[in-house]
């Protein structure tokens, strides 16, 4: 671990990422790694090791030429932001670090409104105070349309928060676009919509989903339970959604942009992907309420428990990302169906290499 007391003078472009141990934080660092950037990651304490999607981009620090360094910090400990800010003096910001997990943010309202919230404006405002003059990133979701206003969903579409953590992003977007627009910073949000990688934690539903089906396919799982089938997303590939993150920070003129594949499906239909693709094809019986997915033997395998529901669902997410089409030139690359057979292959291979373990079935 570095400590951000003793840094040696760094030269080129720099990047700073809160929630860089995430999913994206661990692609971006991939990619802005690929690019020359010297990246700087803020990681919290834990009991245990926290790093394991980023350890393949580890360098010991006490080598020359480090360009990956780690620091301790915290979005809800304002002190630690000011100081890594002070010392690191980035160019690019890039704020992933949240309490991501929608369900959870029902039992963990206030906590989700700190870290997810107001950690943004903590960023910012540490930046204005120090005259920064760095672009910031803010990943802002399609969680914010919520409640279907118009569909598809772009740049103008208001917004109607559903949880906790999309009241908390709202705040943060919004809170984006003033500092942009009081102080002329070059701040802006990216409105990502679901995005997954065989890195997606294993309590977010694709995931929850493809390992199921692999540790099923094996023998060492034989059932899942889950929540709203009905729930329909615009999934992509969290690959393709971070080169978008820094595509963002490379215009002329900040500004809010969607991205999205513009394609919309069920938990059901990404069920049936992953189950096809172990060779399990499923048959759906029962009733609305209850229904249950059976493999070809006639096992039960996919089965409803009511505590996945949530208190307010979102119930159609549909992306129409033309404008970062248009003035950023990005486009999605993997379809639902790779993505679906590169979770579930990665999960087949994480299930033979090791005995898993039940945790990420709670929520
Ligand atoms: P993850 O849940 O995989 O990662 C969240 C990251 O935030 C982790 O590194 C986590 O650290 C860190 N974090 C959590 N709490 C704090 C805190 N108090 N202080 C500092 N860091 C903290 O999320 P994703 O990578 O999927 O998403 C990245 C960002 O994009 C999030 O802000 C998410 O809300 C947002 N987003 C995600 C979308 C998606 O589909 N993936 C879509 C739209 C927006 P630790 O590893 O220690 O838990
Ligand atoms: P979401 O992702 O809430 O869209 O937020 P999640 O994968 O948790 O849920 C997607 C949909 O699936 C339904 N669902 C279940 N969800 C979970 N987690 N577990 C289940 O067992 C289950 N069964 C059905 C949900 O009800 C929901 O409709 C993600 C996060 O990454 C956010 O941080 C991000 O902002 C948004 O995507 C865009």
Known sequence: MASTAALPKLNGKTALITGITGQDGSYLSELLLSKGYKVWGIIRRSSSFNTERIDHLYQDP???DVRLRLCYGDLND?????RILKVVRPDEVYNLGAQSHVKVSFEIPEYTADVTGLGTVRILEAMRELDL????????????YGKVVESPQKETTPFYPRSPYAAAKAYAFHITRNYRE???????????????????GETFVTRKISRAAARIKLGQQECVYLGNLDARRDWGFAGDYVDAMWRMLQVDTPDDYVIATGETHTVRSFCELCFAEVGLPLEWSGSETNEIGKDPAGNTVIKIDPRYFRPAEVDLLLGDATRAKEELGWEPTVSLAELAKMMVQNDLQLATSQAGNMVGNEV
């Open 182 to 200: 009081s102080y002329g910073m070059f701040a802006v949000n990216g409105i990502l919509f679901n995005h997954e990688s065989p890195r997606r």
């Open 78 to 82: 304002a002190s630690s932001i000011n």
């Open 62 to 64: 006490h080598e020359s």
């Open 133 to 144: 003059d760095a672009r910031f990133y803010q990943a802002s979701s399609s969680e914010l």
